[in-house]
């Protein structure tokens, strides 16, 4: 069982920055490659950016590829996603979520096993 607590979201202009962070507990962090998620409302729940256990392995959502960054400290068991030049639609609630390393990565939310309680991304415009 791992445990997963999301911080930093809130209410920024657009053309901003956020640092989301995803503090994780219980089985061995390094067992799992780590995702982030968002959901907007009367949407469907969608990728954002994924980070294999070990390396520097990524993968991004074309939406946010080239404004985003996923990275992780295992020495803390925190993945975070550093948000820049935002947008009003990356607006959202965004989630971590973790998927055990000994299977592929996935940009495909049902493949996750464990999941956050969500942050809330606001974007003004």
């Known amino acids: 069982q791992v445990q997963l607590v999301e911080s930093g979201g809130g209410l920024v202009q657009a053309g901003g920055s956020l640092r989301l962070s995803c503090a994780a507990s219980?089985?061995?962090?390094?067992?799992?490659?780590m995702g982030w998620f968002r959901q907007a409302p009367g949407k469907e729940r969608e990728f954002v950016a994924v980070?294999?256990?070990?390396?520097?392995?990524?993968d991004y959502a074309d939406s946010v590829k080239g404004r985003f960054t996923i990275s992780r400290d295992s020495a803390k068991n925190t993945v975070y996603l550093q948000m820049g030049s935002l947008k009003p639609e990356d607006t959202a609630v965004y989630y971590c979520?973790?998927?055990?390393?000994?299977?592929?990565?996935?940009?495909?939310?049902?493949?996750?096993?464990?999941w956050g309680q969500g942050t809330q991304v606001t974007v003004s415009s």
């Open positions: 980070r294999l256990w070990s390396g520097g392995t990524t």
């Open positions: 219980g089985r061995t962090f390094n067992n799992y490659n």
């Open positions: 979520a973790a998927r055990a390393r000994i299977l592929p990565p996935s940009q495909k939310a049902a493949l996750y096993d464990y």
